[in-house]
């Protein structure tokens, strides 16, 4: 495990701006065609987070906000 996570390998970006996301990285995490995932971009790096992930987590923030109230 590298510091900033699992290393899967590299990748290029495609003719038409399309990134391949190594296999073994998207059969570990269980990605699968059709998956959804919000683009955030950080000290010059991109991060891909599955958007139902983030989605359940926006949700359970929001529910323990509202609890503060």
């Not at 000290?43 to 509202?66: C, Q, R, W, Y």
């Amino acid at each position: 495990m590298h510091s900033l996570g699992n290393l899967y390998g590299t990748t290029s970006i495609g003719e038409r701006g399309q990134v391949v996301i190594p296999k073994k990285a998207r059969e570990e995490l269980g990605f699968k065609k059709g998956d959804n995932f919000v683009v955030v971009e950080k000290h010059g790096m991109l991060v891909l987070a599955p958007a139902e992930l983030l989605k359940s987590f926006i949700n359970d923030v929001t529910e323990e906000l509202n609890k503060l109230k």
